[in-house]
């Protein structure tokens, strides 16, 4: 396996930044289009994960400076859905992709020896696993009979 070097290592960086910007958007959106009794009991969950995909962004941006990048500004826009159930799935589709991101990530910052990133992200990462474990329990009880 080839060492990781830092333009590498920022270019991911910048992945990840793209994605955290993409998903406060699709969060936000999501919480303005939840119906039902969902409006009221999942929309502002919503609006948590996207405050806390923010703070997300924020960090990655810092350390992508840190490191010699410029942050840019880019979005990926998914596919538009506005049925509650398929809007929760589309999220966690999101977050299970976060989540691999960030241990590769993780992996990389440990092999280059920036163990103060390697904390951050770690952090990061955990809040994405609650945000993957929250609809994972959202959805279960949307699907139930």
Same mark, same amino acid.
């Given at each position: 396996m080839a060492?990781?070097?830092?333009?590498?290592?920022?270019?991911?960086?910048?992945?990840?930044?793209?994605?955290?910007?993409?998903?406060?958007?699709?969060?936000?959106?999501?919480?303005?289009?939840?119906?039902?009794?969902?409006?009221?009991?999942?929309?502002?969950?919503?609006?948590?994960?996207?405050?806390? !995909?923010?703070?997300?962004?924020?960090?990655?941006?810092?350390?992508?400076?840190?490191?010699?990048?410029?942050?840019?500004? &880019?979005?990926?826009?998914?596919?538009?859905?506005?049925?509650?159930?398929?809007?929760? !799935?589309?999220?966690?589709?999101? !977050?299970?992709?976060?989540?691999?991101?960030?241990?590769?990530?993780?992996?990389?910052?440990?092999?280059?020896? !920036?163990?103060?990133?390697?904390?951050?992200?770690?952090?990061?990462?955990?809040?994405e696993e &609650?945000?993957?474990?929250?609809?994972?329990?959202?959805?279960?009880?949307?699907?139930?009979?």
């Amino acid at each position: 396996m080839a060492k990781t070097d830092m333009k590498t290592l920022v270019k991911a960086l910048q992945g990840d930044l793209k994605y955290e910007y993409s998903a406060l958007l699709q969060y936000l959106q999501h919480s303005y289009l939840m119906s039902g009794m969902a409006r009221k009991a999942v929309a502002p969950e919503l609006v948590i994960h996207a405050q806390q !995909e923010y703070a997300h962004a924020l960090i990655i941006g810092a350390e992508i400076v840190r490191l010699g990048g410029t942050p840019k500004i &880019e979005v990926s826009i998914e596919p538009l859905v506005t049925d509650n159930v398929s809007m929760l !799935e589309q999220d966690l589709v999101g !977050e299970n992709k976060a989540i691999a991101d960030y241990k590769a990530r993780i992996k990389m910052a440990d092999e280059l020896g !920036e163990y103060g990133l390697t904390s951050k992200l770690s952090t990061i990462l955990e809040q994405e696993e &609650e945000h993957q474990q929250d609809l994972i329990m959202i959805l279960k009880d949307l699907k139930r009979p």
